[in-house]
């Protein structure tokens, strides 16, 4: 019998390295997989980029699709322009301009498309990003499930991009509390959200955050700078630490949850290391360098920024490669890259 898809292929964490391994990387010759002696396929970061004259130019391309439509902190159009834009910023470049493409199922209410890109559009604009082009399709009742909008984003910048490689001594450093995004649209997915108070999705551009770090002194002190979406902050550490085969620890107590979100996801028996942020910047970083990067994030509106972990050598072969849990109670465990959260969550 022959393979099949299975819905966490495109969930984020281990699955999904693996497919892309597989369909993508693996068939593409090893002198084509960067343009320009830039950043490419290789590398698996948040965009591939490549030099024009003096500027480095960023680009990313994702695909958002999310049911319901519409939740409690943001609908389809203004997760995908969050998205791709803090792509862009996880590699170090400023956002200038976005493209579109979206595909709708016949039948689809056009008075809701109208207002997802709206809010496609002003999200953008109000980061001072240009929306610069698209591309709109119909496909057949029952051929797509809704609506889908794909989006690339362009970005430009005059110091080499950030390409994730971080290593033992570095500190991990959490923009804020994690899980929200994940958290809300498994509520909506279950038809809980009358019945839990509190929760709001996390997505929002990072530019002001950001921007003023990758910008700034303290670009040189990071080694690693992604956001934490589908796969949540478990799926990111797990990928530094199989990339840089050390150890990561990560301390449970540091990690910021809001109330409602770990209320709630404990409810389900769900990880809030594994449930999806979209508003969340996870650096690694120079041990000499955390207060200053803390204190920047604060300043910057980033209030509930803390440092959660660290990378380490692996003490034990079988740890090579993995991200440990310490617990509140001085226990540790190993936390895996697989997401539990409910699919299509962005």
């Given at each position: 019998m022959s393979e099949k898809l299975r819905i966490s292929h495109g969930a984020g964490g281990k699955d999904t390295a693996e497919i892309v391994r597989r369909l993508i990387i693996s068939k593409?010759?090893?002198g084509m997989r960067k343009a320009l002696g830039g950043v490419g396929l290789d590398e698996l970061?948040?965009?591939?980029?490549?030099?024009v004259g003096e500027k480095w130019v960023v680009v990313s391309v994702d695909s958002y699709t999310v049911k319901p439509i519409r939740f409690p902190g943001g609908d389809l159009g203004h997760l995908a322009a969050s998205g791709t834009i803090n792509d862009v910023l996880m590699m170090g470049a400023r956002p200038v301009a976005l493209m579109d493409a979206v595909v709708a199922e016949e039948g689809t209410d056009i008075?809701?498309?109208?207002?997802v890109m709206e809010s496609f559009i002003r999200t953008a604009t109000?980061?001072?990003v240009a929306v610069v082009g698209g591309d709109f399709k119909v496909m057949p009742r029952g051929a797509v499930d809704g609506v889908i909008i794909g989006a690339v984003g362009v970005?430009?910048?005059?110091?080499?991009?950030i390409v994730d490689k971080p290593s033992p001594g570095d500190v991990i450093v959490v923009s804020g509390p994690i899980g929200d995004h994940g958290a809300v649209i498994t509520a909506a997915q279950l038809g809980m959200l009358d019945e839990v108070e509190g929760l709001s999705s996390d997505a929002r551009p990072l530019t002001g955050c950001v921007l003023p770090i990758v910008e700034g002194g303290l670009r040189q002190e990071i080694t690693a700078l992604r956001d934490a979406t589908r796969g949540g902050l478990a799926?990111?550490?797990n990928e530094w630490a199989e990339a840089s085969r050390a150890t990561i620890v990560v301390r449970r107590a540091d990690v910021p949850v809001r109330p409602a979100t770990l209320?709630?996801?404990e409810m389900l028996g769900i990880d809030p290391m594994h449930s999806a942020s979209e508003g969340v910047a996870v650096f690694a970083v120079r041990p000499g360098a955390v207060d200053e990067l803390l204190g920047a994030l604060k300043r910057s509106g980033c209030a509930e920024a803390a440092a959660v972990g660290e990378v380490r050598e692996a003490w034990e072969p079988f740890l090579e490669g993995r991200v440990v849990v310490e617990t509140e109670v001085?226990?540790?465990t190993l936390l895996p890259s697989t997401p539990l959260t409910t699919p299509r969550i962005c």
């Amino acid at each position: 019998m022959s393979e099949k898809l299975r819905i966490s292929h495109g969930a984020g964490g281990k699955d999904t390295a693996e497919i892309v391994r597989r369909l993508i990387i693996s068939k593409v010759p090893p002198g084509m997989r960067k343009a320009l002696g830039g950043v490419g396929l290789d590398e698996l970061d948040d965009g591939a980029a490549f030099r024009v004259g003096e500027k480095w130019v960023v680009v990313s391309v994702d695909s958002y699709t999310v049911k319901p439509i519409r939740f409690p902190g943001g609908d389809l159009g203004h997760l995908a322009a969050s998205g791709t834009i803090n792509d862009v910023l996880m590699m170090g470049a400023r956002p200038v301009a976005l493209m579109d493409a979206v595909v709708a199922e016949e039948g689809t209410d056009i008075a809701l498309l109208e207002e997802v890109m709206e809010s496609f559009i002003r999200t953008a604009t109000s980061e001072g990003v240009a929306v610069v082009g698209g591309d709109f399709k119909v496909m057949p009742r029952g051929a797509v499930d809704g609506v889908i909008i794909g989006a690339v984003g362009v970005g430009v910048t005059d110091k080499e991009p950030i390409v994730d490689k971080p290593s033992p001594g570095d500190v991990i450093v959490v923009s804020g509390p994690i899980g929200d995004h994940g958290a809300v649209i498994t509520a909506a997915q279950l038809g809980m959200l009358d019945e839990v108070e509190g929760l709001s999705s996390d997505a929002r551009p990072l530019t002001g955050c950001v921007l003023p770090i990758v910008e700034g002194g303290l670009r040189q002190e990071i080694t690693a700078l992604r956001d934490a979406t589908r796969g949540g902050l478990a799926a990111v550490l797990n990928e530094w630490a199989e990339a840089s085969r050390a150890t990561i620890v990560v301390r449970r107590a540091d990690v910021p949850v809001r109330p409602a979100t770990l209320g709630f996801l404990e409810m389900l028996g769900i990880d809030p290391m594994h449930s999806a942020s979209e508003g969340v910047a996870v650096f690694a970083v120079r041990p000499g360098a955390v207060d200053e990067l803390l204190g920047a994030l604060k300043r910057s509106g980033c209030a509930e920024a803390a440092a959660v972990g660290e990378v380490r050598e692996a003490w034990e072969p079988f740890l090579e490669g993995r991200v440990v849990v310490e617990t509140e109670v001085g226990g540790m465990t190993l936390l895996p890259s697989t997401p539990l959260t409910t699919p299509r969550i962005c």
